[in-house]
């Protein structure tokens, strides 16, 4: 089978790397990703063999389901809606489970095959939930977009049936397209032929600086559940005193509507 090589230094000259230029000219020249993902490994203490980078967690979940060759997904609901849209484009069977709500929100119980289960790390756009429970999904694509989890824990366990994709969106800025996807090393050699020849000239400068992202979704003191790094939260239908819904949904019977408030 073929393999891809790992990108170069620029002193090698590899590929488009000695593209003309002229020095005091606007010539486009491409990124270094040789120093994108050198830096990326050494601010997230994460071996070049267990992940790669994309423009965007949209592209991670792609190359995702892509590279595990998954023909059927679980995918929770409610969740990110272009989950559903990329599996529809790879003609990928698929079906939804549902979050249950009993003081707390939480998948339903589901019987699992060979399936692989999308889900979100603790939030998923609309409310905080408990997670997963290994021992129903053993096969799980988490997005941890919200969280960065996996990313910043040292002692992180990846496995064969665990692959966690994200993103920067949250927390540095969603033009800059920096996503990522963790991964065991058994799957490197395969992640690596579906990966992107390059990021934008501002992802790679962003990550090239090696400061790492330190999420903090409790700054608000908010009475609900943060989403995001903005307060928002979820509230039910019944609840006084809160006006214009952003998003309304349905949980069991039970109408949750997701609100933001406005800085002034």
Request: proline share 5%; net charge negative; hydrophobic share 35%.
């Amino acid at each position: 089978m073929i393999k891809r090589k790992f990108y170069q230094p620029k002193e090698k000259l590899i590929s488009t790397q000695n593209e003309p230029y002229l020095p005091g000219q606007h010539t486009a020249r491409y990124p270094d990703m040789y120093e994108t993902y050198l830096a990326f490994q050494e601010t997230y203490h994460i071996g070049l063999n267990n992940f790669i980078l994309t423009n965007g967690c949209e592209n991670a979940l792609r190359i995702a389901l892509l590279a595990l060759r998954i023909k059927n997904l679980i995918i929770e609901n409610p969740t990110w809606a272009m989950a559903e849209i990329i599996a529809s484009s790879l003609d990928i069977d698929y079906a939804k489970i549902n979050y249950v709500y009993n003081n707390k929100f939480y998948l339903e119980p589901h019987e699992m095959t060979n399936n692989w289960l999308y889900t979100t790390d603790s939030y998923n756009n609309l409310f905080k939930h408990d997670n997963y429970e290994a021992s129903i999904f053993p096969n799980v694509i988490l997005d941890e977009t919200y969280t960065l989890q996996t990313l910043l824990n040292t002692d992180r366990q990846l496995t064969n049936h665990l692959v966690v994709i994200g993103s920067f969106s949250k927390f540095a800025g969603c033009g800059l397209r920096i996503g990522y996807i963790l991964f065991h090393e058994s799957m490197s050699q395969r992640f690596n032929m579906l990966r992107e020849s390059y990021l934008s000239s501002a992802a790679c400068e962003f990550i090239q600086k090696r400061e790492k992202i330190s999420p903090q979704l409790n700054e608000y003191n908010e009475l609900y559940p943060i989403v995001t790094k903005h307060p928002c939260y979820t509230t039910y239908a019944e609840d006084p005193g809160y006006q214009l819904p952003h998003k309304e949904f349905d949980i069991g019977g039970r109408t949750f509507y997701r609100f933001g408030t406005i800085y002034k």
